[in-house]
């Protein structure tokens, strides 16, 4: 069992930045791939950036140049850095890991993109 506890979501104006991080504990000698998702409501979760246990990253075409996925193995611990945030990427993020084939969510955490 992995559980995973995100943070660092909030209000920021547009242009601004925010950091998210994903805090696993558990099993975590098992995490593999890790990524970031976002769900607004009444729609489908949508992945935003995924990072390999080897370091490779993918992007969401809508978030490329702005986000950057990093993971500290070390600390069991998965960033996303959000800069110059727009209106549109006003969501609740949610962070999952791929551990022993199962795949863990996270609670989720609000980001709101508002002037």
């Known amino acids: 069992q992995v559980q995973l506890v995100e943070s660092g979501g909030g209000l920021v104006q547009p242009g601004g930045s925010l950091r998210l991080s994903c805090a696993a504990s558990?099993?975590?000698?098992?995490?593999?791939?890790m990524g970031w998702y976002r769900q607004a409501p009444g729609k489908p979760r949508e992945l935003v950036a995924s990072i390999t246990n080897f370091g490779t990253t993918t992007y969401a075409d809508s978030v490329k140049g702005r986000f950057t996925i990093s993971r500290d193995n070390a600390k069991n611990t998965m960033y996303l850095q959000m800069n110059n945030l727009k209106s549109e990427d006003t969501d609740v993020y949610y962070c999952k890991v791929i551990a022993t084939g199962k795949q863990y969510w996270g609670q989720g955490t609000q980001v709101t993109v508002n002037s």
């Open positions: 558990g099993s975590v000698f098992s995490i593999g791939a």
